[in-house]
């Protein structure tokens, strides 16, 4: 089992092999995520995504905090460098990076790219990452295209972590597609409820997957569950 804790909108702590990934850490800005305690998170890498701020925001005090390296495209992990994170790791699009013994590789995503200042932050991303036994898929902010079709043609996916919420990023229908594309009927949701724009009906949404023949987790802030 994969072991996950769902800390608000599109950030994801996932233990897989003994080994703890953090996904774009937006937290402190996130006012249904104050409960959380930053102080708390200790993963051994943190992956982003792209550099919006609210997928990085907290990004730079758990690593400093924790110690653990930022993964990322070039222009962000060397971002983080100059902030005195000397050990961030640049990737880039195509290629993996070896987290312990995890397999992190970076994939195609359709969306912009800035830090809060406006400066370049290189382009987006998704991840495949791919333990001993099992594999899933972290789509990032994406809309649907159809490079996530040669993801479910090598790789064994389990399930998916996918952009739901519309208005900037991927729906519920593309959502599905991309689930169909990637090869797993288990997806869990984010990028939904934070702001307005991207509130969703919990149980319409369920319930389209549902239809569909795909099984939708829409985790409360906080939780921690397995897949």
């Known amino acids: 089992m994969i072991d996950i804790t769902y800390y608000g909108h599109s950030c994801f702590m996932v233990e897989i092999d003994d080994v703890k990934l953090l996904f774009d850490p937006f937290i402190s800005g996130n006012e249904a995520a104050a409960s959380i305690d930053i102080a708390a998170i200790k993963p051994d890498y943190i992956l982003l995504s792209h550099g919006h701020q609210d997928h990085i925001l907290d990004a730079e005090n758990i690593a400093k905090q924790s110690g653990a390296p930022i993964v990322s495209n070039f222009e962000i992990a060397s971002w983080y460098q100059g902030q005195g994170i000397d050990n961030a790791i640049p990737m880039n699009h195509g290629g993996t990076v070896d987290c312990r013994g995890v397999k992190v590789k970076m994939t195609n995503?359709?969306?912009?790219?800035?830090?809060?200042?406006?400066?370049?932050?290189?382009?987006?991303?998704?991840?495949?990452?791919?333990?001993?036994?099992?594999?899933?898929?972290?789509?990032?902010?994406?809309?649907?295209?159809?490079?996530?079709?040669?993801?479910?043609?090598?790789?064994?996916?389990?399930?998916?972590?996918?952009?739901?919420?519309?208005?900037?990023?991927?729906?519920?229908?593309?959502?599905?597609?991309?689930?169909?594309?990637?090869?797993?009927?288990?997806?869990?949701?984010?990028?939904?409820?934070?702001?307005?724009?991207?509130?969703?009906?919990?149980?319409a949404a369920i319930e389209e997957f549902k239809q569909n023949g795909f099984s939708l987790k829409l985790p409360e802030i906080g939780e921690t569950f397995s897949v």
């Open 109 to 203: 995503a359709v969306h912009t790219s800035s830090f809060p200042d406006g400066s370049y932050a290189g382009q987006p991303a998704g991840f495949v990452v791919k333990g001993k036994n099992k594999a899933f898929f972290y789509s990032g902010d994406t809309a649907l295209h159809t490079d996530m079709q040669l993801i479910g043609q090598s790789e064994c996916i389990c399930f998916a972590i996918l952009c739901i919420g519309d208005h900037f990023t991927m729906g519920t229908k593309d959502a599905i597609r991309a689930a169909e594309f990637v090869g797993t009927n288990k997806i869990v949701g984010m990028h939904y409820d934070t702001f307005p724009p991207i509130e969703i009906d919990h149980e």
